[in-house]
């Protein structure tokens, strides 16, 4: 269950694909519901995490960086790297970051450093597992030196590394995931998300004995692949902020649910 006492904290990343759009809509699906702990298969920026305030939370992701920076924040995260606008200091930091081994404090700084300061947020990698997001376009970055407003909250989370069939989940838990858009650019790790992995992921989803939620674009095969399994699913329209064509017109997103309350679809603008 959220925590009251709790204020919500924004997330301390950039990230593409964010899901602080959606939070009103999943507190009103989640409202009353009894549940022990929040599972993110795919953690990303943990937008909907600090948003719902669970007193525990079990906070998965695929991406070696980010569960890093992560880890180091719940240990006391400090950053004693200069920070600056800068394109030389960017791209120094860059080839320092895909030089520098994993887990460690300085990579989690130049990867907060990166996220920050690169191109519209993004966290993009190649086929050698290299950080390739160019110098962003920001005229002033706000940067903290410290993480201590989040030290004491990731005390009762814990984060993992790996894939999202690896996780032990109970009918207490409540899962949301949002896993890599069923689209063409999915490269937010160097293994990539594919169709198969969608495929798993839905199986999985359906086998839990507990509540859960997912979200995605809404792609006829996803609608299907999600409607067939048995799930109640609608669709909304979501904002686009990153596009790599300029288009940014809004996108079809999925909700689909499982194990929620009937009248949960009230909370949503279907189409």
């Not at 909250?153 to 894939?163: E, S, T, V």
């Not at 293994?191 to 086998?207: C, K, M, P, S």
Request: proline fraction near 7%; hydrophobic fraction near 40%; include cysteine.
């Amino acid at each position: 269950m959220p925590d009251p006492a709790i204020a919500p904290l924004k997330p301390p990343l950039k990230w593409a694909g964010g899901k602080r759009w959606l939070v009103p809509k999943l507190q009103g699906l989640v409202q009353g519901l009894d549940y022990d702990r929040l599972v993110e298969p795919f953690c990303g920026g943990l937008a909907v995490t600090l948003s719902l305030k669970p007193r525990r939370a079990l906070l998965n992701d695929i991406n070696p960086h980010l569960i890093n920076f992560y880890q180091q924040v719940k240990a006391g995260l400090e950053v004693t790297i200069p920070l600056e606008n800068d394109p030389d200091l960017y791209y120094q930091y860059r080839q320092a970051f895909n030089q520098t081994d994993l887990p460690s404090a300085l990579s989690a700084q130049y990867f907060y450093y990166l996220n920050r300061t690169g191109f519209n947020g993004l966290c993009r990698f190649n086929s050698k597992g290299e950080f390739n997001v160019p110098f962003g376009r920001y005229k002033a970055i706000h940067y903290r030196h410290d993480f201590l407003d989040y030290f004491q909250l990731f005390q009762d989370y814990q984060f993992c590394l790996g894939d999202f069939d690896q996780l032990t989940v109970t009918a207490q838990d409540l899962i949301y995931a949002d896993p890599p858009y069923d689209v063409e650019f999915r490269q937010y790790a160097k293994e990539g998300f594919t169709w198969d992995d969608q495929v798993r992921l839905a199986h999985w989803l359906a086998a839990a004995n507990g509540p859960v939620i997912a979200s995605n674009q809404a792609t006829p095969r996803i609608l299907e692949l999600y409607q067939s399994l048995g799930f109640q699913v609608v669709t909304c329209l979501a904002p686009r902020r990153i596009s790599c064509n300029g288009d940014r017109q809004p996108a079809l997103e999925m909700i689909a649910t499982k194990g929620i309350n009937q009248g949960w679809g009230i909370a949503f603008q279907t189409s």
